[in-house]
T-cell receptor, first 112, second 115 residues
């Protein structure tokens, strides 16, 4: 399974864009990148996923580099409610298809 | 998005008793559900994959006799922690795969405290 590396924590000012990086240098050609977040003591919430093209939805944008070895999740206008742990996950293939193995994530602190 | 309901949200039990946690997909059918556990200040750890109508598959190091999983219908999977001990105290979270199989939706979690 492709492993992901994320910074342990980041700060962001309220109203500013939050850019959360993820390194997945061993990703295989048909593995997707997923982003989830977990607000304290709750279950993870799906944010966005992509294969190779950039993706955007009502919550965020996902930018995947051309070589697919890294990606960035962008929250365009962070609010205090966006304070959470953000997980970047590469979906497994083959026998482990659809299993998610969570890394340690990035704790995003949105400050007023 | 799809909704996954988990019950109970919190349970306190005595050592040696068994505890059952339910995971339901409310507005979609889920042939596959997943169970995770999370210790304080740690990430989620996948415990097992629950398959409707067949046996669950467990991750390496997870005791199948300790954590019994039943997926009897397309909308319900249960996790039973048998003979619970204080070291089983944790946050247990389930998820269900959506129709297309591309997204996992998570329940709100169950906090188990074993005294």
């Amino acid at each position: 399974d492709a492993k992901t590396t994320q910074p342990p924590s980041m700060d962001c000012a309220e109203g500013r864009a939050a850019n959360l990086p993820c390194n997945h240098s061993t990703i295989s050609g048909n593995e997707y990148v997923y982003w989830y977040r977990q607000i304290h003591s709750q279950g993870p919430q799906y944010i966005i996923h992509g294969l190779k093209n950039n993706e955007t939805n009502e919550m965020a944008s996902l930018i995947i580099t051309e070589d697919r070895k890294s990606s960035t999740l962008i929250l365009p206008h962070a609010t205090l409610r966006d304070t959470a742990v953000y997980y970047c996950i590469v979906r497994s293939q083959g026998y482990n298809f659809n299993k998610f193995y969570f890394g340690s994530g990035t704790k995003l602190n949105v400050k007023p | 998005g799809a909704v996954v309901s988990q019950h109970p949200s919190r349970v306190i039990c005595k050592s040696g008793t068994s505890v059952k946690i339910e995971c339901r997909s409310l507005d979609f059918q889920a042939t596959t559900m997943f169970w995770y556990r999370q210790f304080p200040k740690q990430s989620l750890m996948l415990m097992a994959t629950s398959n409707e109508g067949s046996k669950a598959t467990y991750e390496q190091g997870v005791e199948k006799d300790k954590f019994l999983i039943n997926h009897a219908s397309l909308t319900l999977s249960t996790l039973t922690v048998t003979s619970a001990h204080p070291e089983d105290s944790s946050f247990y979270i389930c998820s269900a795969r959506d129709w297309g199989g591309n997204i996992q939706y998570f329940g709100a979690g169950t906090r188990l405290s074993v005294l």
